[in-house]
């Protein structure tokens, strides 16, 4: 972690690239080490082990042992954390999964983040790092030394221009709670440090947004999508739902699934014919108040 924030302070695009694969192996190695304190007595190559076997333990019980050389990646960390009832925070499992992602594209092919955009990255993996060292109840500024500055002037400088931009969203009237300033993204270059341009702006359709890393200005229905399916794309990366869909009335990917579009306000009731709650999957679009099924039996009967 130290050589990683040295990396980071040389503020050049190559060793960012250093930075990022020398900060996330850091954490990798002290959140197995936090899974480690969390049962001391146990074997600890059991604990990061990939797959574990049951084995006779010669008095009529069994004990676990490690199979294989392999010990846990990102994934398996997060889920052993959850075995050993001491799950890790959301945020912090996003930030991790985001951190991993960078690192998989530089390591295997090359990654699309700018060296600003990657300086960003780093910047969230900070509290990352803390957490863990907390966690071990360790001091971070003897165990840091002057890396230490470093992590806590820039993770605060984040800070505040992260609510710098959510403030600039504190006059929108959105239509859901599921759409907020929290949700502004920007998918060029990865960044969450996005601000109206127009903070006096009401209406949410109207909102001009700007990415503070790498410029990009995008209008209210692209800033909209990108919120929305940024918003979501974790739960669809970790359990596989599907929570946003295309709107059939204005064809924005907005539509979150049981409330409705968080660009044109669209919502679908029940089909008219077999009351089944309707989704923009099932919806009939010739009949808009049927599903797809009863919409083609009545065509059908026609």
């Not at 990646?73 to 954390?81: N, P, T």
């Not at 925070?89 to 996003?94: F, W």
């Not at 403030?167 to 502004?184: C, G, H, T, V």
Request: proline share 4%; aromatic share 8%.
């Amino acid at each position: 972690i130290e050589a990683g924030i040295e990396d980071y302070n040389a503020d050049q695009a190559k060793r960012s690239l250093t930075a990022v694969r020398n900060i996330f192996a850091g954490i990798i190695l002290l959140a197995k080490e936090a899974l480690i304190s969390l049962v001391p007595t146990a074997d600890p190559d059991v604990i990061l082990a990939e797959r574990i076997r049951m084995v006779p333990d010669g008095s009529g019980g069994i004990k676990l042992e490690k199979k294989g050389k392999s010990t846990l990646d990102v994934q398996g960390v997060m889920e052993r954390f959850k075995d050993l009832k001491s799950p890790l925070p959301n945020e912090l499992e996003k930030r991790l999964s985001e951190l991993q992602a960078a690192r998989n594209d530089i390591e295997h092919k090359h990654t699309s983040l700018t060296h600003v955009a990657l300086k960003a990255l780093i910047a969230k993996a900070f509290p990352i790092i803390l957490y863990f060292l907390q966690f071990l109840k360790k001091n971070p500024p003897s165990c840091l030394g002057d890396a230490y500055e470093t992590l806590v002037s820039v993770t605060e400088s984040e800070d505040a221009e992260r609510k710098r931009c959510l403030n600039s969203f504190s006059n929108i009237d959105f239509p859901f709670k599921e759409l907020e300033a929290q949700s502004f993204y920007c998918d060029k270059c990865q960044s969450e440090l996005v601000e109206q341009t127009d903070p006096n702006t009401v209406d949410h359709e109207e909102i001009t947004c700007k990415c503070n890393l790498c410029k990009e200005i995008f209008d209210a229905d692209n800033a909209t999508e990108a919120a929305i399916n940024h918003k979501y794309s974790y739960d669809l990366y970790k359990n596989g739902l599907q929570r946003v869909e295309t709107c059939p009335q204005c064809f924005l990917h907005c539509f979150v699934t049981g409330v409705g579009c968080v660009w044109c306000k669209a919502t679908l009731g029940q089909c008219g014919r077999c009351g089944a709650a309707l989704t923009p999957d099932t919806i009939d679009l010739d009949q808009p108040d049927m599903c797809d099924y009863c919409g083609y039996m009545t065509a059908k009967d026609d």
